[in-house]
């Protein structure tokens, strides 16, 4: 088992940038693809990016391609998320998800086992 808390989030204005953390304890870190996921209100919760377990590869959502970078420190046990040029519609809580299974993360919210609670990220007009 493992235990995920994001950090990192806030309000920003259009145009700006955040860095989400999402620290892991637990169950070893190098051993879960890692994902991020946001959800927005009145919206199902949607992939963001991916990571997998040696970092060496990534897949990201249309969305965010070019301006947003995951990456993982497993030495730290922490997972990021580099958000930049910020969009209004990046709005969102903002969820980190361990994968134990697959090796390279997914898509899929199902094929997540654990997730963290989640940090709001807000970008004003």
């Known amino acids: 088992q493992v235990q995920l808390v994001e950090s990192g989030g806030g309000l920003v204005q259009a145009g700006g940038s955040l860095r989400l953390s999402c620290a892991a304890s637990?169950?070893?870190?190098?051993?879960?693809?890692m994902g991020w996921f946001r959800q927005a209100p009145g919206k199902e919760r949607e992939f963001v990016a991916d990571?997998?377990?040696?970092?060496?590869?990534?897949t990201y959502a249309d969305s965010v391609k070019g301006r947003f970078t995951i990456s993982r420190d497993n030495v730290k046990n922490t997972l990021y998320l580099q958000m930049n040029s910020l969009k209004p519609e990046d709005t969102a809580v903002y969820y980190c998800?361990?994968?134990?299974?697959?090796?390279?993360?997914?898509?899929?919210?199902?094929?997540?086992?654990?997730w963290g609670q989640g940090t709001q990220v807000t970008v004003s007009s």
């Open positions: 990571i997998s377990r040696s970092g060496a590869f990534t």
């Open positions: 998800a361990a994968d134990h299974s697959g090796g390279y993360g997914s898509r899929r919210r199902d094929e997540y086992d654990y």
């Open positions: 637990g169950r070893t870190f190098s051993s879960y693809a």
